[in-house]
């Protein structure tokens, strides 16, 4: 541990834990590549902790009123928009994304708890009058319990806020696991709840690794998981969560495809395949990796791409640079392992990020921006989802050519496609098989008043992220037909019940 080394610990009960963890892990700065921090891994037993705080709390944040729930949002929000650039600056320095980028996310999660603000309007029932004699049914939603949200390193404070207000507007208690890579803007985000006057305890934060999640499944008191993370993970969870009766949201892995067609306008695609594969140096569950080019525009394609790519600066993520290092070094040699792998399988190394002048410290785990061109479906680059800074193009002949090799590929996340002819694009909207689309668009993240989710192996479960879904997936409904008697109506009847 450096010098500089912080301690960081689970958040419980609107404080910080003051036990003794039996196992820690280490935090980087991957800008230089040295330890920032020590991170206290929850065992079994600490999770259990801290899910009893959740459990406590939430039988009294439940029965809040919901114009006081709306209140503290609305209080939250302000202080997320307050502290945004020191949220920001927290990322940058444990996850490695430039600082624009890191505010950018900050920014996308406080639509979220914008969009929860509405939450008196949300969880509105429905009511019928009069369905039978003097009988009327409505229906209600009720909050859940204890929720567990446990996040990927890629989106620190995003992630997160895609889950934990709305499941606090709905009356839920929260318990969330980030992610040990970079766990400190999660801490951060939870303090603020304190300040904006929510009861101590009803968002608690647990860190750890496989041992805090297996708990967090298998505790009798955690009613819902929200997971975002790769694939194997999201399948295991989900498998193990309905197991154990829980309901379950786990959003997996992505390798997004975006087909440009002859007809489009092959500057502005040039610019959307740099920003959308390299941007957050490509470690984006919705950065597209895989360029499908329609015949017969990929060379000249391919040549603005490049073009555009000499310009890019690769480096500290606090520096003003485009691109930002990866998580890990461990992460790095993986990527760079994939582009090694990419030439020995034949395809065509374009742009080397190997090779690459980095602004910043030597130690930092760089990898520059790289460009495969003639990837084949069955090469490693393509089949497996690298998570880094590496776009692979795919030549095809035809729409139909682009759009089966889409459809074939076993992630669902993002995709789309480049075109003028809205015809094809209408075409395209129908017949992919891929749950968020974008049409000029490279990075289809729908506003938080729609929901956010993939298909296929991208998610496991029934629910997307925000948006209504949000609401009902954080809530129970019920419905209740009620009769108020009045002496004219009455008398013995055995008859199932029917409406007259
Ligand atoms: P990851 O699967 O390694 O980790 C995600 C979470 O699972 C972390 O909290 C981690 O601590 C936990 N975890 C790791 N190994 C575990 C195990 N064996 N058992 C139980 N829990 C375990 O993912 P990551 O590397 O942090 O994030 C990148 C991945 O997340 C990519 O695959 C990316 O596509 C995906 N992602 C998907 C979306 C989406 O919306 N579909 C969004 C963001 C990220």
Same mark, same amino acid.
């Given at each position: 541990m450096s010098t500089e080394s912080k301690r960081i610990t689970h958040l419980v009960g609107g404080g910080y834990w003051t036990g003794v963890a039996e196992r820690t892990s280490e935090v980087y700065n991957p800008a230089t590549?040295?330890? &920032?921090?020590?991170?206290?891994?929850?065992? @079994?037993?600490?999770? $259990?902790?801290? =899910?009893?705080?959740?459990?406590?709390? *939430?039988? +009294?944040?439940?029965?809040? *009123?919901? +114009?006081?729930?709306?209140?503290?949002?609305?209080?939250?929000?302000?202080?997320?928009?307050?502290? %945004?650039?020191?949220?920001? @600056?927290? !990322?940058?320095?444990?996850?490695? %994304?430039?600082?624009? $980028?890191?505010?950018?996310? =900050?920014?996308?999660?406080?639509?979220?708890?914008?969009?929860?603000?509405?939450?008196?309007?949300?969880?509105?029932?429905?009511?019928?009058?009069?369905? &039978?004699?003097?009988v009327d049914v409505y229906s209600i939603r009720q909050p859940l319990g204890v929720c567990a949200v446990i996040?990927?390193?890629?989106?620190?404070?995003?992630?997160?806020?895609?889950?934990?207000?709305?499941?606090?507007?709905?009356?839920?208690?929260?318990? !969330?696991?980030? *992610?040990?890579?970079?766990?400190?803007?999660?801490? @951060?985000?939870?303090?603020?709840? %304190? #300040?904006?006057?929510?009861?101590?305890?009803? =968002?608690?934060?647990?860190?750890g690794d496989k041992e805090a999640v297996d708990r967090l499944l298998e505790h009798p008191d955690i009613k819902s998981v929200s997971f975002v993370g790769s694939t194997p993970i999201a399948k295991y969870v989900y498998e193990n969560g309905t197991k154990n009766g829980k309901r379950v949201q786990a959003l997996g892995g992505a390798k997004n495809h975006m087909i440009v067609l002859p007809?489009? /306008?092959? $500057?502005?695609?040039? /610019?959307?395949?740099?920003?959308?594969?390299?941007?957050?140096?490509?470690?984006?569950?919705? @950065?597209? &990796?895989?360029?499908?080019?329609?015949e017969p525009i990929a060379d000249e394609l391919i040549s603005k791409i490049k073009d555009r790519m000499a310009k890019l600066k690769t480096g500290d993520g606090t520096r003003g640079c485009d691109m930002g290092p990866l998580v890990t070094g461990q992460h790095r040699d993986k990527?760079?392992?994939?582009?090694?792998?990419?030439?020995? #399988?034949?395809?065509?190394?374009? =742009?080397?990020?190997?090779?690459?002048?980095f602004d910043g410290a030597a130690d930092g785990f760089w990898l520059g921006p790289t460009l495969? /061109?003639?990837?084949?479906?069955?090469?490693?680059i393509y089949t497996d989802e690298i998570f880094g800074p590496v776009l692979s193009v795919l030549r095809t002949p035809s729409y139909d050519a682009a759009l089966a090799i889409v459809n074939a590929n076993p992630y669902g996340n993002g995709t789309a496609i480049f075109t003028n002819d809205g015809g094809a694009a209408r075409r395209f909207q129908n017949e992919v098989e891929v749950g968020m689309v974008g049409i000029n668009v490279p990075i289809p993240v729908?506003?938080?008043?729609?929901?956010?989710?993939?298909?296929?192996?991208?998610?496991?479960?029934?629910?997307?992220?925000?948006?209504?879904?949000?609401?009902?997936?954080? +809530?129970?409904?019920?419905?209740?037909?009620?009769?108020?008697?009045?002496?004219?109506?009455?008398? !013995?009847?055995?008859?199932?019940?029917?409406h007259d």
């Amino acid at each position: 541990m450096s010098t500089e080394s912080k301690r960081i610990t689970h958040l419980v009960g609107g404080g910080y834990w003051t036990g003794v963890a039996e196992r820690t892990s280490e935090v980087y700065n991957p800008a230089t590549g040295q330890v &920032s921090g020590e991170l206290d891994l929850a065992s @079994a037993a600490t999770v $259990d902790e801290v =899910v009893k705080v959740a459990h406590e709390t *939430s039988k +009294t944040w439940g029965q809040t *009123s919901l +114009t006081k729930r709306a209140q503290v949002l609305f209080a939250y929000r302000e202080l997320v928009n307050r502290d %945004k650039e020191r949220i920001a @600056a927290i !990322i940058t320095a444990e996850h490695g %994304k430039v600082l624009s $980028d890191a505010l950018g996310e =900050v920014t996308r999660g406080l639509e979220v708890i914008e969009f929860a603000c509405g939450i008196p309007h949300l969880m509105k029932g429905g009511y019928s009058e009069g369905v &039978s004699t003097k009988v009327d049914v409505y229906s209600i939603r009720q909050p859940l319990g204890v929720c567990a949200v446990i996040s990927p390193f890629n989106f620190p404070a995003m992630v997160p806020m895609w889950f934990v207000p709305i499941a606090v507007a709905c009356g839920n208690s929260v318990v !969330i696991k980030p *992610s040990e890579k970079d766990p400190s803007a999660a801490n @951060a985000m939870a303090e603020l709840w %304190k #300040e904006a006057g929510l009861p101590d305890g009803v =968002v608690n934060v647990v860190h750890g690794d496989k041992e805090a999640v297996d708990r967090l499944l298998e505790h009798p008191d955690i009613k819902s998981v929200s997971f975002v993370g790769s694939t194997p993970i999201a399948k295991y969870v989900y498998e193990n969560g309905t197991k154990n009766g829980k309901r379950v949201q786990a959003l997996g892995g992505a390798k997004n495809h975006m087909i440009v067609l002859p007809d489009a /306008d092959l $500057d502005l695609a040039a /610019d959307a395949a740099v920003n959308a594969g390299f941007g957050s140096a490509g470690e984006r569950c919705m @950065a597209i &990796s895989a360029l499908v080019a329609v015949e017969p525009i990929a060379d000249e394609l391919i040549s603005k791409i490049k073009d555009r790519m000499a310009k890019l600066k690769t480096g500290d993520g606090t520096r003003g640079c485009d691109m930002g290092p990866l998580v890990t070094g461990q992460h790095r040699d993986k990527v760079a392992g994939y582009v090694a792998a990419g030439v020995e #399988e034949g395809a065509e190394l374009v =742009v080397d990020g190997r090779e690459g002048d980095f602004d910043g410290a030597a130690d930092g785990f760089w990898l520059g921006p790289t460009l495969f /061109d003639k990837v084949a479906p069955e090469m490693s680059i393509y089949t497996d989802e690298i998570f880094g800074p590496v776009l692979s193009v795919l030549r095809t002949p035809s729409y139909d050519a682009a759009l089966a090799i889409v459809n074939a590929n076993p992630y669902g996340n993002g995709t789309a496609i480049f075109t003028n002819d809205g015809g094809a694009a209408r075409r395209f909207q129908n017949e992919v098989e891929v749950g968020m689309v974008g049409i000029n668009v490279p990075i289809p993240v729908p506003m938080a008043y729609y929901s956010f989710g993939g298909w296929k192996n991208s998610l496991f479960g029934d629910t997307h992220a925000h948006g209504t879904e949000g609401v009902h997936f954080f +809530t129970r409904g019920k419905v209740v037909t009620s009769r108020w008697l009045d002496p004219s109506h009455g008398g !013995i009847n055995l008859g199932f019940p029917t409406h007259d």
